[in-house]
């Protein structure tokens, strides 16, 4: 069976610009990278939770929907 070389994906890659355009290609790329910044921008956005302090300033928890009291003895 024989590979693909780089003549065939350069052919690929223009009949791909004719049938979609270089436009829309261009307006694709750019969601995925404004995409990939959002993705990136959540998850430095989410601080990880300590949850030893969390419980030792009474914090409470919740484990099937009902609120659970820390209580310190």
Do not use: C, Q, Y
Request: overall charge neutral.
């Amino acid at each position: 069976m024989m590979g693909l070389s780089t003549w065939h994906l350069i052919i690929l890659l223009a009949i791909v610009v004719l049938v979609f355009g270089a436009g829309r290609i261009s307006g694709v790329m750019g969601d995925v990278a404004k995409g990939i910044k959002s993705f990136k921008k959540g998850l430095a956005d989410d601080e990880p939770v300590d949850s030893a302090k969390a419980i030792e300033k009474g914090a409470d928890r919740t484990v099937s929907g009902e609120p659970v009291h820390n209580e310190k003895a």
